[in-house]
């Protein structure tokens, strides 16, 4: 091989395994990043790659479709993995990948590498966009290959070359982050029983203990499912969700502790902080009920965990996902509006609610009867939807008077009328 593209994010694994590829393949690596959002200091993870042996660093800026086409969507479907997790990684990979991919092609390389484990997710998410854009390059996995089984094997390799270790050892959580979250496992975390230490671990959020005491309000409005201004302010994608992450993590929200099943079928126990995402889901979600009719919310309800299923299993550029795309926008058109949020001590409530395709109608929805509702039309409705009920209710009233041999046959049972009525 003379050339390989490294998936980089400046951590340790990426930072060893620029040497190790090098002394194993004799070649030269490219160590590409994707930009989504993540804290960093470029010109100083420029250097690092350098100096751990990269020829070169190139950095694809991902930011705006990461919104646009995936964090948009993900918001549309109103997603939960698991019926809690937000799917702040899950939500970058495909598009890194596909960045990957991407560079790999256009500067000549062989090979593709990335720096995932064998029991993690993310190989899965990055091979299957890497296979979506360049099926035809090799894939090295050198957590899969190497004899390195541990973090300290891994720093006494770094130091062994004298280059330098890139974390700290007092707080080596395993993070990642982008403008949508951020993650952290490992150290504590591994054992359930210990409760998370939030203070000085956090970086997005404050402790909600930590939040100040008075409530603060936020207003949302929304275009076709996608948030378009924040307190009357129109706004970029980009720029509402670093605004609502600052306002959302000075109080606290969007911290979240969970054991999720993993796609290679283990569990992991994950402490996410998402607090513009919670946010937003939770005023889109809000919008939702009082734009959507219940049939429409109760399927789209089903549609949105096979989303996040998808999304989590890295099937983003797959026919299936593209289909329940289309099903998500059709469903969009209406649910325009306004939402007040009331947020306080780690919680998010909503405070009012309005939107020019509400299915709202007070006159419905009050006591009193109003011109589009009579209540004797009630007595109809239940006398229909009860029949299969009440004709299950004459069938084992039947049984139960009837004897022994006629309700079972001329052969008998052992088995009374009443416990036959019973069992049903």
Known sequence: MKKIALAYSGGLDTTVIVPWLKENYDCEVVAVCGDVGQACDWAGLEKKALSSGASKLIVNDLKKAFVEETLWSLVKSGALYEGRYLLGTAAARPLIAKGLAETALAE????????????????????????????????????????????????????????????????????DDNLWHVSHEGLDLEDPMNEP????????CVPPDQAPDAPEYVELGFEEGVPVSLNGMRMDGLSL????NAIGGKHG??????????????????????????IIMEAHQKLEQLCLDRKAMSFKAT???????????????SPLMDAVNAFVDSTQK???????????????????????????????????TGPLFDHRDAT?????????????????????????????????????????????
């Open 241 to 244: 969700v670093s605004a609502l």
């Open 108 to 175: 000549g390389c062989e090979a593709v590498a990335h720096g995932c484990t064998g029991k993690g997710n993310d190989q899965v998410r990055f091979e299957m966009g890497i296979k979506a854009f360049a099926p035809d390059l090799e894939i090295l996995a050198p957590w899969r290959i190497w004899d390195m089984g541990s973090r300290e094997e891994e720093v006494a390799y770094l130091e062994a070359r004298g280059i330098p270790v890139p974390f700290k050892k007092g707080d080596s959580y395993s993070r």
């Open 253 to 278: 929200v969007g911290i979240l502790d969970m054991v999720e099943n993993r796609v290679v079928g283990m569990k992991s126990r994950g402490v996410y902080e998402t607090p513009a995402g919670s």
């Open 380 to 424: 109809g409705f239940i006398n229909l939807y009860s029949l299969p009920v009440k004709a299950r209710g004459l069938m084992k009233a039947r049984l139960a008077a009837e004897p022994r041999s006629q309700a079972h046959g001329s052969g008998g049972s052992g088995m009374s009328a009443a416990k036959i009525a019973a069992a049903y």
């Open 303 to 317: 549609v949105a965990q096979r989303f996040a299923e998808l999304l989590y299993e890295g099937e983003w550029y």
């Open 197 to 204: 230490v939030l203070e000085g671990m956090l970086k997005m």
């Open 334 to 368: 209406v649910v325009a509006g306004t939402v007040k949020l009331k947020l306080w001590k780690g919680s998010v409530s909503c405070a009012g609610m309005s939107s020019p395709y509400s299915l709202y109608d007070h006159s419905l929805a009050s006591f009193a």
